[in-house]
Each structure stands twice: as C-alpha cells, then as structure tokens.
C-alpha cells in the first residue's frame, strides 16, 4: 500500500509536459506547432487520464484501509526556520483527485470541438493543462505554503482563462474584476497564514493543529478568531461568496467550458477544499464557525435570487453549481 502512495507525486506533474510543449513548441517552431495543433488534444486527455487512474487507486486505497500519507523534503534549514514541501494524501484530498481529474477529462474532450475553430486553440489547452496541475498541486499539499503558492497559480490560470478573448473590452474588464476581487481574497489568506505561524512556529498540518490546539486554552480567543477569518476570507473569494462574489457572473466572458464547467465544478471548489482542509482548526475557535454558517446562508440566498433574474443559461448553471459547494461547505 505504501509503495503506491510514495509515487503520488506524480499526479500534479502529468498535466505540465503538454504545458510545457506547447509553449516551447510555440516559442521555437511556431509553424509546426500550428500546423499539427489539433493533436495535441490527445496528450492533454492521455496524461490526465492517467492522472485519474492513479487517483482512482489512491481512493480504492483510503476505502480499504484509510491510510493517511505525508510525505516531506526540506527546501530551507537553518536554525529558527525550517521550510518543507511534500504532499499529503488523506480521504479529502482522494476525493478532490477524482473530481478534478474526471471534471478535467470531460472539459478536454469537450473543447476539442468547441475550440476547434478557434485561433487560440494552443492557447488554451497549454491554460486548461497548466490550470489542472494548479488544482493537482493545491489539494495534494502538505502545508499552508504549498497551497499558497498553488492557490495564485489556479487564481492565475483563472484571469487567464477569462480573458481568453482578450481583444474583447468585455472579457478584458472581466478578467481584470476577478483578479482583483480574488486578490483581496489572497491577501487575507496571507494574512492568516503568517498569523497563525506566529502563534504556532509551524506551516504543517498537523503540528500547526496540535500545538494550537494546546495553546487554544491558555490565551486570549481574538487574535485566532481574527486569522481564522483572514484565512476564510480567502475562501470567499475563491468560492464566490458574499461580498467578493462579484466576479463571478463575469466570467461568463470565458469560453463555455471554462466559465459553465471549471469554475462551477473545480476552482469554486478550492475554497471550500480549504474549509474542509483546516476544519481541525475552525472547530476550535469560538465564533468562526457561525461566521463561515451565516455568509454561507447569505450567499444561498443572494446566488438564489440571482439566478431568478438570469436569463444566460450558463450564467444560471454557474450560479447553481456555486451554490451546490456552498451547501457542501
């Protein structure tokens, strides 16, 4: 069991050599990239595919045995700081594998066809393979860093993907209000991050949840309530809940399968991914949890009277599917 879990790795990095490809192939030989461009739809399903089976293997590994693996490499050492990176697989982060992996796959094939006229169509299958291994990367990680570093880049791949049109003044201005909102999102996750690694000396899981939970009841209850919000606050904007829910209905301004499949069905998804992750943490603080209830009961019935005056489908789509993760949340 454990040998498969050691080659998990390899799940985030399986999207990136189409990534990789065609921008290099774009760069150096732009005319025979061009000429055979809809080939590499194929690689882009192939290697998420292959994604997919290794996370269908990890789930049929939790459900037997729930086995929880982590495991961590040193990037910087000396002697009052220590940063790691590694990965971190537990039943959460099986069922986020299978759901970005199979969302992705259909969403490929899918724009295949859609985009097949398209003079981006390089364009945006390097996007699309480049923001799966974001989401990859972000529910494998195995501290508050690593998802801060792949929370930009799906919050990058997500301007990007927005703008695609971005000759168009609308899908321009849309990309720019999601970047923006979602910016004010990152910055109170940042916040919380270093607020928290003030109080505990730690970025990792599970030592920042033991040794808060031993400071939790000797101290002031504030402050951590306070990063705690700062920390969710990221969550709302990734999540499109009141009050940065306003980028959302703009990115319709994106191709279809970007604004009605992987913003309703994955990115949202990030934000209560989050939620979830460091929920060991929210239960422990008073108060945080009526405030994640009560934006969320905002945002159903916000997004609910939203959709009512919708008459864009996919506007409509998009909104439901938000609301769906909220409930989740």
């Not at 990789?20 to 030989?29: D, P, Q, R, Y």
């Not at 910016?183 to 970025?203: A, E, K, N, P, Q």
């Not at 402050?223 to 940065?244: D, E, N, R, V």
Request: net charge neutral.
């Amino acid at each position: 069991m454990e040998h498969t879990y050691q080659y998990a790795w390899i799940i985030p990095l399986l999207p990136l050599p189409v990534t990789m490809s065609i921008g290099f192939g774009l760069l150096l030989i732009p005319t025979a990239t061009k000429n055979i461009r809809r080939m590499w739809s194929f690689p882009s399903v192939l290697l998420l595919s292959i994604a997919m089976i290794f996370s269908a293997n990890l789930a049929f590994q939790q459900i037997n045995g729930s086995f929880i693996y982590q495991y961590l490499w040193s990037w910087t050492i000396n002697n009052d700081f220590s940063l790691e990176f590694g990965y971190f697989i537990d039943p959460l982060t099986s069922i986020m594998l299978i759901l970005i992996t199979t969302v992705g796959i259909l969403v490929l094939i899918y724009s295949d066809n859609y985009m097949s006229h398209d003079q981006g169509y390089l364009r945006f299958f390097a996007y699309m393979s480049f923001f799966n291994a974001s989401m990859l990367g972000l529910v494998t990680s195995s501290n508050l860093i690593q998802i801060y570093i792949f929370w930009e880049l799906v919050g990058m791949c997500s301007y990007l993907l927005i703008g695609f049109w971005f000759t168009r003044p609308s899908a321009a201005s849309a990309c720019q209000k999601a970047f923006v909102t979602n910016r004010v999102g990152d910055f109170g996750l940042l916040l919380g991050i270093l607020g928290f690694y003030w109080m505990t000396g730690s970025f990792e899981f599970r030592d920042l949840f033991e040794t808060f939970n031993k400071l939790n009841n000797q101290g002031n209850s504030l402050f951590p309530t306070l990063c705690a919000f700062l920390l969710f606050l990221g969550a709302i904007a990734k999540s499109a809940q009141f009050p940065l829910h306003v980028w959302l209905p703009d990115a319709m301004e994106g191709p279809t399968p970007i604004s009605a499949l992987i913003h309703a069905a994955t990115m949202v998804a990030a934000g209560i991914f989050l939620v979830a992750r460091l929920l060991p943490l929210f239960t422990g603080i008073p108060y945080i949890m009526n405030i994640i209830s009560l934006i969320g009961v905002i945002t159903l019935l916000l997004g609910a009277t939203l959709a009512l005056a919708q008459r864009d489908i996919k506007e409509v789509w998009l909104i439901l599917q938000c609301l769906n993760w909220v409930i989740l949340c």
